[in-house]
T-cell receptor, first 117, second 113 residues
Framework: EAQVTQNPRYLITVTGKKLTVTCSQN?????MSWYRQDPGLGLRQIYY???????DKGDVPEGYKVSRKEKRNFPLILESPSPNQTSLYFC????????????????FGAGSRLTVL | AQSVAQPEDQVNVAEGNPLTVKCTYS??????LFWYVQYPNRGLQFLLK??????LVKGSYGFEAEFNKSQTSFHLKKPSALVSDSALYFC???????????FGKGNQVVVIP
């Protein structure tokens, strides 16, 4: 089954304790992205990657890091989490569609709910 | 930069009645427009998209949306709502050559039995 898999689904942590949320897709997609969802703010893009070793900032990258060493994986790293990073996080992927990326449908993971105390 | 406005926080509709969820957008050039739906404790699922061509787009689960260039709108519609349509609906916009997709804040749809 074609899917985007995120882990963990739920996590409670404390301020300053480094954590990684993993994301893996099995569709050979070039494009991957991380979003956070907050009430009243919708989805905001954190980072995205056009392909292996190519990443770029989205709208709210502060406090986050990413890497894209393999095509299928795109982990989100919080080096020193703070309470304002408490949120629901989604990873998504799509094909690059002959370069016309904006026209392609995103496949989303089920989400990772993070609480930082 | 592109942006989306979904003016209503919640839409309440009786089962069997028509459902409309509003969306207006802003983008440079021709838009690519999407609707996604999120059911409780699930990720977003694609419903439909407009890239070019016919202004009326049909999608999954009986939903359709009409692209209106002069009003920069892309409202989602369903002729007869079901209780199972209760969910959070997101409108999103991108543009040609643009690698970013901007989402609206979402609309909670509640279908009352």
């Amino acid at each position: 089954e074609a899917q985007v898999t995120q882990n963990p689904r739920y996590l409670i942590t404390v301020t300053g304790k480094k954590l990684t949320v993993t994301c893996s897709q099995n569709m050979n997609h070039e494009y991957m992205s991380w979003y956070r969802q907050d009430p009243g703010l919708g989805l905001r893009q954190i980072y995205y990657s056009m392909n292996v070793e190519v990443t770029d900032k989205g709208d709210v990258p502060e406090g986050y890091k990413v890497s894209r060493k393999e095509k299928r994986n795109f982990p989100l790293i919080l080096e020193s989490p703070s309470p304002n990073q408490t949120s629901l996080y989604f990873c998504a992927s799509s094909s690059s569609g002959r370069g016309n990326l904006g026209a392609n449908v995103l496949t989303f993971g089920a989400g990772s709910r993070l609480t930082v105390l | 930069a592109q942006s989306v406005a979904q003016p209503e926080d919640q839409v309440n509709v009786a089962e069997g009645n028509p459902l409309t969820v509003k969306c207006t957008y802003s983008v440079s050039g021709n838009p690519y427009l999407f609707w996604y739906v999120q059911y409780p404790n699930r990720g977003l699922q694609f419903l439909l998209k407009y890239i070019t061509g016919d202004n009326l787009v049909k999608g999954s689960y009986g939903f359709e949306a009409e692209f209106n260039k002069s009003q920069t709108s892309f409202h989602l519609k369903k002729p007869s709502a079901l209780v199972s349509d209760s969910a959070l609906y997101f409108c999103a916009v991108s543009g040609y050559g643009n690698n970013r997709l901007a989402f609206g804040k979402g609309n909670q749809v509640v279908v009352i039995p």
